[in-house]
């Protein structure tokens, strides 16, 4: 099979199951599958022949894409700010909305040299990894409740060598955040209400863990949380559902933060929510 039929076939393939972006996928795919092509040289190069080592590793990419199984994790890997993650079904993958979390987190500890940061429910490590990465400074503790989400966070850390900044724990809010206090907190709740989830794309509803995606009240417990974690004039920043961000600002004016705004992603949709603790 040459590239060019294996691209026409799988893109066809993807179509059919509902795949919108089918012939972008089917690039990527193939160019995982054939370790010594180049997406961007695979056009030059249709006439190919596949060998059989790589059109079996291709065959099970489309196999897995057409099940519904996110790119993300067919790739086993993606790009989030200038990072390259590892992704598999331990947590949730990193979105573009999430990197606007990032860029506004930055910017409320751009000016001080060594910020504590916290991170709650790191997932595999994006936001926790890109604040290190951006800000040479900063030192970060990132939390979780899944032990396998923390494992892969853990790969992630490893695999960026972003080392010695950056503290991995198994903790839930419920028991508190200790003594420690904070410059910035920073979360990705869960924020899919319950009866959401079945109106989700089956790529989200069926792969990605529940654990990181229904809200159960996630958004104001880590609000609630971070005014004992938080050192006075420290900052909270928040990512919301759209469509929820207006309720997570009346939530932390009324737990007393002050300065609360709401920043649109790069849809325009209101998605960031951060406020100032006063103490």
């Given at each position: 099979?040459?590239?060019?039929?294996?691209?026409?076939?799988?893109?066809?393939?993807?179509?059919?199951?509902?795949?919108?972006?089918?012939?972008?996928?089917?690039e990527l795919l193939l160019a995982r599958a054939c370790d010594d092509c180049a997406r961007a040289l695979l056009?030059a190069e249709l006439d190919r022949e596949l060998n059989e080592e790589q059109e079996a590793a291709f065959e099970?990419?489309?196999?897995?894409?057409?099940?519904?199984?996110?790119?993300?994790?067919?790739?086993?890997?993606?790009?989030?700010?200038?990072?390259?993650?590892?992704?598999?079904?331990?947590?949730?993958?990193?979105?573009?909305?999430?990197?606007?979390?990032?860029?506004?987190?930055?910017?409320?500890?751009?000016?001080?040299?060594?910020?504590?940061?916290?991170?709650?429910?790191?997932?595999?490590?994006?936001?926790?990894?890109?604040?290190?990465?951006?800000?040479?400074?900063?030192?970060?503790?990132?939390?979780?409740?899944?032990?396998?989400?923390?494992?892969?966070?853990?790969?992630?850390?490893?695999?960026?060598?972003?080392?010695?900044?950056?503290?991995?724990?198994?903790?839930?809010?419920?028991?508190?955040?200790?003594?420690?206090?904070?410059d910035l907190v920073v979360s990705n709740p869960p924020y899919v209400e319950p009866d959401e989830l079945e109106?989700?794309?089956?790529?989200?509803?069926?792969?990605?863990?529940?654990?990181?995606?229904?809200?159960?009240?996630?958004?104001?417990?880590?609000?609630?949380?971070?005014?004992?974690?938080?050192?006075?004039?420290?900052?909270?920043?928040?990512?919301?559902?759209?469509?929820?961000?207006?309720?997570?600002?009346?939530?932390?004016?009324?737990?007393?933060?002050?300065?609360?705004?709401?920043?649109?992603?790069?849809?325009?949709?209101?998605?960031?929510?951060?406020?100032?603790?006063?103490?």
């Amino acid at each position: 099979m040459t590239l060019g039929d294996a691209l026409a076939a799988a893109s066809a393939r993807l179509a059919e199951a509902g795949i919108e972006s089918a012939r972008l996928e089917a690039e990527l795919l193939l160019a995982r599958a054939c370790d010594d092509c180049a997406r961007a040289l695979l056009y030059a190069e249709l006439d190919r022949e596949l060998n059989e080592e790589q059109e079996a590793a291709f065959e099970a990419n489309v196999a897995r894409r057409v099940r519904r199984e996110p790119l993300a994790y067919v790739l086993g890997e993606w790009g989030f700010r200038r990072l390259t993650l590892r992704t598999d079904r331990r947590a949730l993958i990193p979105r573009p909305e999430t990197e606007i979390v990032v860029e506004r987190a930055l910017e409320h500890i751009r000016d001080r040299t060594a910020p504590e940061v916290l991170d709650v429910g790191t997932g595999t490590g994006a936001i926790a990894l890109a604040i290190a990465d951006e800000h040479e400074g900063a030192r970060v503790t990132a939390i979780d409740v899944s032990p396998d989400a923390l494992a892969l966070a853990r790969e992630n850390l490893e695999l960026t060598g972003i080392n010695g900044r950056v503290r991995l724990l198994e903790q839930d809010l419920t028991s508190g955040l200790g003594e420690a206090r904070f410059d910035l907190v920073v979360s990705n709740p869960p924020y899919v209400e319950p009866d959401e989830l079945e109106t989700l794309q089956p790529e989200v509803r069926d792969w990605e863990p529940h654990i990181a995606l229904v809200a159960r009240g996630a958004t104001e417990a880590v609000a609630r949380a971070a005014t004992e974690a938080l050192r006075p004039g420290g900052w909270l920043v928040l990512e919301s559902a759209a469509g929820a961000a207006e309720r997570v600002r009346d939530a932390l004016d009324e737990l007393g933060y002050e300065g609360v705004t709401i920043t649109p992603d790069l849809a325009g949709r209101d998605r960031v929510v951060e406020g100032r603790w006063t103490g």
